[in-house]
């Protein structure tokens, strides 16, 4: 091991003002090492990357690259140092072609004129080298997800590099491209560089980290060798305290008459099919892999996407018209994943956010109400815990746990009897995450149904009374009482019986 | 952070004063301060009911206008469908006034409201039926009701009949305790629009629609249908103004209401009107058709800039409106 780390971090912290978001953080990282950073959604994971990659500046501490400090004033210095972050959003432009996007601003001439031949070739190169499909000519948006994921790895790897950080890279991919990206970062540590893996995927950090650091609430709990530490441990260095207590206790079987029965439903001309149901009184888990066609299929059902369906019965009546405003009046509400782009107007206010499914029942003559739309939003305010320091605030400026208690507030104005939540909890605090487990099981206790789409395998499993395992737009495994745990959707999840590995959804 | 008791909750923040919103009122009491110094004249109560009537049209088109901009619209033919509006009325008002006599004004005024309306019924429907960017539907029948409103004229001037000329005269011309009818019938679309924006279920999903269509889809609201009914309240102010239009000048001719379509965004815009959607200022929107029609005004009256550089001028004011919006900081 060299003298000195390639990157070294000396009590790092950040604040904004009065508000810490990241102290105290020290860790090296060294040439021919892959070192994780694992944590919550607020841990300040990306904080700390953002300052690491002079993305941001630090308010406290140093950092050093080979023993020698090191400030940066913007990412493209950081770069210049060798340093490089690879962005989790992918930032490409769509409409230009794989070569262009790789070589953006820094475009290989000749005199006066882009080479594109000399960059085809070199992209072509990049590209096989990191196991991509894709080929230099394709444009971007005619790419699945998980190729411009890695098109834009390519794009970080174009240059030598000494540090590469990597953000969550395998969110948006299936669990081939994963092997192939874990194949990418073996092969980037093997070349002697240092690569800081950020990830909520336990198995991977496992897998290939050296060493892994964690974080919690903006603070750094310890470095330890990934070998040391089962994943359940990490997990709960991770939360701070014995999983099992953040979920409620599992409700008892019920044998009531569906609330809502699904037959036969295709959405998007096929790409989705299922028949599914849900009783009073239960948690039916909705699991997969992202891209298993799980938000689409719940779209589909609430006519929010092409879709036909041999029939829809809620509360009794069956739905011929699917639409969010029938299904709204039968009793069947969707609480969307997408909570900024399609749960609430950021720029307006909060009472006006509440009551927009429900302005009927708020507003029964043709005038709006405002002291019953004031009267609506204090009640919620109070009956979901929503921290806000004004009533008159645009939403955008809440949290994100209270954004997402309004959006539960939102869908619940119209007394529904059949609740689909679409990722509870993703991008909140851990405290406002186990109010919503606790939102969820009171509605359910006092006799309503709720389906529950997660990603989160803990959660899942800690939630659900039943499991419906999706894979390549089909359910493929049902999974009930002692047979829920993780490693069962797991597998479900990857290698459903009885399924063609439908290429990469 | 969010340990600080910050469940307390006060509703006085909405009551503070937002200079932003008041921008369009405090440029309109400039701009009458600057007039008052500039020309004498300026300040004459015959002159400034004059100033005011002639801005109508303007502001009538231009309330039917914010509905469609905040729903994240936008109609450019609304000059070409007034003048089309405009040729329908008359003709259906010669075409009635030998048997029903006085009788056809009304007639006709019912027909041009029906078909305004369908005017804009065709806009919106082609919008959001056939899913093509507002500015491409409207920017063709921009070109199809002008190329009407020509062809109806022979290129030349459609007159209403004479028998009907006293009896219309008084809707432009006429006053009551001494506000001239035009500007009641402004005062009664602007009020009317501000109920409807404002105070309905209807202008709640408008707004919601312009802030975030896939937001309010997801709610339950019928995108589609909020949308071309505003077109539809479009196409009835556009019917209106036409209406209080015909009696100024008797005629329809093929360059009745061009380029008022620049003007009525103009208006909407520096009212504070949200271009992209989900805010729309129905009073600052009468503020900005003020504006435009004092600038004109001043300009014509004083000595000191040419009246041909008008257009200059209402040109460079949404420009200068739109960057003092950008560094003031508010949205």
């Known amino acids: 091991m060299p003298a000195f780390a390639s990157l070294r971090a000396d009590g790092l912290g950040k604040s904004y003002g009065q508000i810490t978001v990241l102290s105290d953080v020290t860790l090296d990282i060294h040439a021919g090492e892959v070192h994780a950073i694992i944590g919550e959604n607020g841990a300040g994971k990306s904080t700390l990357m953002k300052l690491l990659s002079g993305h941001a500046s630090p308010t406290a501490g140093h950092i050093a690259m080979d023993g020698r400090a090191v400030s940066f004033a913007n990412a493209v210095e950081a770069e210049k140092h060798g340093i490089v972050l690879v962005h989790q959003e992918i930032l490409l432009a769509p409409d230009l072609t794989v070569a262009q996007n790789l070589f953006l601003g820094r475009e290989i001439r000749r005199g006066f004129m882009v080479d594109d031949r000399a960059m085809d070739r070199r992209a072509a190169e990049l590209l096989a080298r990191i196991g991509s499909a894709a080929r230099p000519r394709d444009r971007v948006s005619d790419l699945p997800l998980a190729q411009r994921q890695l098109v834009q790895i390519a794009r970080a790897l174009l240059d030598e590099r000494k540090v590469v950080i990597f953000d969550e890279p395998t969110a948006v991919l299936a669990n081939d491209e994963v092997a192939a990206l874990l194949d990418i970062v073996r092969g980037l540590r093997e070349h002697g560089v240092a690569v800081l893996y950020i990830s909520h995927r336990l198995d991977e950090v496992q897998e290939l980290a050296d060493r892994v650091t964690v974080l919690r609430d903006g603070r750094m709990i310890g470095t330890w060798p990934a070998a040391e530490l089962t994943q359940r441990q990490m997990a709960e260095l991770m939360v701070g305290r014995e999983l099992d207590m953040l979920y409620p206790h599992k409700r008892p079987a019920t044998t009531h008459e569906p609330l809502l029965s699904v037959s036969g439903l295709e959405v998007d001309h096929g790409a989705q099919k299922a028949s599914f149901d849900v009783r009073p009184g239960e948690v039916l888990g909705l699991g997969g892999m992202i891209g298993s066609g799980r938000t689409e299929l719940i779209e589909g059902l609430m006519g929010l996407r092409p879709s036909q369906a041999a029939s829809v019965v809620v509360n009794g009546s069956e739905i011929a018209h699917r639409s969010v405003g029938s299904m709204m009046e039968a009793g069947l509400v969707y609480l969307t994943e997408d909570r900024k782009g399609k749960g609430l107007l950021l720029d307006e206010k909060l009472a006006p956010n509440l009551t927009l499914q429900a302005l009927e029942i708020v507003n029964p003559g043709t005038v709006l109400g405002r002291g019953a739309e004031m009267a609506a939003l204090r009640k919620a305010v109070a009956d979901y815990d929503i921290r806000v320091r004004s009533l008159t605030l645009e939403a955008g400026k809440l949290s994100g746990g209270n954004q997402q208690k309004l959006l539960l507030a939102k869908v619940m104005m119209t007394d529904p009897s059949v609740v689909i939540i679409d990722e509870p909890t993703r991008g909140i605090d851990i405290g406002n995450k186990s109010q919503i487990y606790e939102f969820i099981d009171a509605m359910v206790r006092s006799g309503r149904a709720c389906i529950v789409i997660s990603s989160e395998m803990q959660e899942l499993v800690g939630l659900a009374d039943r499991i419906l395992v999706m894979r390549a737009g089909r359910i493929v495994a049902e999974l009930l009482g002692e047979e829920i745990n993780e490693e069962n959707v797991v597998y479900a999840a990857t290698s459903g019986t009885g399924q063609h590995t439908g290429g990469t959804a | ?331």
Not at chain 2, 23 to 33: D, K, M, Q, S, T
Not at chain 2, 193 to 210: C, E, I, N, P
Request: proline share 3%; glycine share 12%; aromatic share 8%.
């Open chain 2, 1 to 331: 952070m969010t340990t600080a008791t910050a469940t307390v909750a006060t509703a006085d923040e909405g009551r503070r004063i937002r200079w932003a919103d008041l921008a369009p009122f405090i440029a309109l009491g400039v701009i009458v301060f600057l007039g008052v110094l500039i020309n004498s004249n300026f300040a004459s109560t015959a002159n400034l009911i004059n100033v005011i009537t002639r801005s109508a049209f303007i502001a009538i088109i231009a309330v039917g206008a914010t509905f469609v901009i905040s729903s994240g619209g936008l109609d450019l033919s609304v000059g070409s469908m007034m003048a089309f509006v405009t040729g329908i009325m008359i003709m259906t008002m010669n075409g009635l006034a030998p048997a029903y006599g006085g009788w056809a004004i009304v007639m006709g005024a019912g027909v041009a409201l029906v078909v305004g309306a369908l005017c804009g019924l065709f806009n919106g429907l082609i919008i959001t039926v056939g899913r093509i960017e507002p500015f491409i539907v409207t920017l063709g029948t921009m070109g199809i009701f002008r190329a009407f409103i020509t062809f109806m004229t022979d290129g030349g001037s459609l007159p209403i009949d004479r028998s009907l000329r006293e009896a219309y005269r008084p809707v432009y011309f006429g006053d009551f305790l001494g506000v001239p009818y035009p500007v009641l019938i402004t005062l009664a679309v602007v009020l009317l629009g501000a109920f409807l924006l404002y105070r309905t279920k209807y202008g709640r999903r408008l707004t919601s629609v312009g802030s975030n269509a896939e937001v309010a889809r997801f709610s339950g609201v019928n995108v589609g249908r909020v949308r071309a009914a505003a077109y539809v309240i479009q196409g009835l102010c556009v019917a209106v103004a036409a209406i209080c239009y015909v009696p100024r000048l008797g005629a329809a001719t093929p360059t009745t209401g061009q380029l008022w379509e620049l003007q009525v965004i103009t208006a909407v815009v520096i009212g504070g009107t949200l271009l992209r959607g989900g805010r729309g200022r129905i009073w600052g929107t009468v503020a900005g058709a003020l504006i435009l029609e004092i600038i004109a005004n001043v300009m014509v009256l004083s000595d000191m800039v040419s009246e041909y550089l008008v257009g200059a001028v209402q040109g460079a004011i949404i420009i200068i409106a739109m960057l003092a919006h950008r560094f003031t900081g508010s949205r």
